[in-house]
């Protein structure tokens, strides 16, 4: 296991950075801001008033794996219960029976390529489905939205893998937004690409570990198991997306939990087998320690819907779940992390906050991959 002095002369080395990112998966992710400034150009090039002058659709169906169903997901949250539309997230290749001609289709997925993305879109255009694709300039997919005379929201080569999440959600954004279901304010990209560019300037690799929220968070979980806790399904996508982006950039697994309804679960982990239980030594030799241990990471949204659950039992509502999931911690001496805490991260609203949590979450996947050498170790 890499030791944390070690690890952190990695991270404040630019030129070892370098050359441990071959696929340039720091640049990529600090230009973050870009990407959505230039992916909401090309969409609104792409001439969504094809789909968004026929009025709000009986449902919408997205088809999409990995990063796209995590910017589908972020949709979904983003509309919460009293949505007007139905939304569901599928995998292709197959759409839903119940799809039709009153309904919406969005294909997204960084290469446009492969039967899960080019099937759906050929059988939404025989059902007479309204369709939307995305994906890289050249691929099958655009023939498809093409043959269809359906929008296609082209990306760039340029594009790197695991790092293109704001070039598919930047469009459902732009279609939510024309649809009307979404306010402009509720879905501002230009507000959500300003605050990945604060990010960027914070988390970015000239900036040293003792000043850098990502490089930080990335050398506490060096040596842990992280357990991801989320307030509320908007949080929750950025936990899921968290855990990805730990599990494929730096290998390291990690559990998540969605306050309030994995309360209970979240409590048993936490006070479980794998708890230190012990009082932790700050000067201890790291070097004794045996595998990993617990960490808490929380990820806040103090806007997240709740139900008044006062007199009862069992919390009713994320915030007071999370205060018991802290408590749970600190009885079991499990150290505790907070991601995208620092600064003043309320006074954004939802959707900017959101981005601020999904920036630095990948700023410290992609710094504790280097920090562990996982790029080159894995030929990527």
Not at 37 to 46: K, N, Q, S, V
Not at 164 to 175: A, E
Not at 189 to 194: K, L, N, P, S, T
Not at 281 to 298: N, P, V, Y
Request: hydrophobic share 45%; net charge negative.
């Amino acid at each position: 296991m890499t030791s944390p002095e070690l690890a952190e002369e990695v991270l404040d080395d630019l030129d070892v950075l370098r050359a441990r990112d071959p696929r340039g998966l720091l640049p990529a992710v600090a230009g973050a801001g870009a990407q959505v400034r230039e992916t909401a150009r090309l969409t609104d090039e792409a001439g969504l008033d094809r789909i968004t002058t026929g009025g709000r659709p009986r449902g919408m169906v997205i088809v999409a794996r990995r990063e796209g169903a995590v910017a589908a997901s972020v949709l979904r949250a983003l509309l919460g219960p009293a949505s007007p539309v139905t939304v569901d997230v599928v995998p292709g290749p197959d759409l839903p029976v119940w799809t039709g001609p009153t309904d919406v289709a969005v294909v997204a997925t960084r290469t446009g390529a492969g039967a899960y993305a080019v099937a759906p879109a050929y059988e939404a255009a025989r059902r007479g489905v309204s369709l939307l694709g995305i994906g890289a300039e050249d691929a099958p997919l655009r023939a498809a939205c093409s043959t269809a005379r359906m929008p296609y929201v082209p990306l760039p080569r340029s594009r790197v893998r695991h790092t293109t999440l704001w070039s598919l959600l930047t469009p459902l954004l732009r279609l939510a937004t024309g649809l009307g279901l979404v306010g402009q304010g509720a879905a501002d990209c230009e507000a959500v690409a300003a605050t990945l560019d604060e990010v960027a300037a914070e988390c970015g690799p000239a900036r040293e570990s003792f000043v850098n929220p990502a490089k930080t968070l990335a050398l506490e979980l060096l040596d842990a198991l992280p357990v991801i806790v989320a307030e509320g399904s908007l949080a929750g996508t950025a936990a899921t997306r968290f855990a990805d982006q730990l599990a494929t950039l730096a290998g390291l697994p990690a559990s998540g939990y969605r306050l309030p309804d994995q309360r209970v679960a979240a409590r048993a982990v936490l006070g479980g087998p794998l708890a230190p239980r012990d009082a932790d030594d700050f000067f201890r030799d790291r070097t004794d320690d045996e595998g990993r241990r617990l960490r808490l990471l929380t990820i806040r949204d103090t806007d997240a819907a709740h139900h008044d659950g006062g007199g009862e039992r069992e919390p009713r509502s994320a915030a007071e779940a999370m205060a018991e999931v802290l408590r749970t911690a600190a009885a079991n001496n499990v150290p505790v992390s907070g991601l995208a805490e620092h600064g003043e991260p309320d006074r954004q609203a939802r959707l900017p906050r959101l981005a601020r949590q999904l920036a630095v979450a990948d700023f410290t996947a992609v710094y504790l991959a280097l920090a562990l050498d996982q790029e080159r170790s894995q030929g990527r």
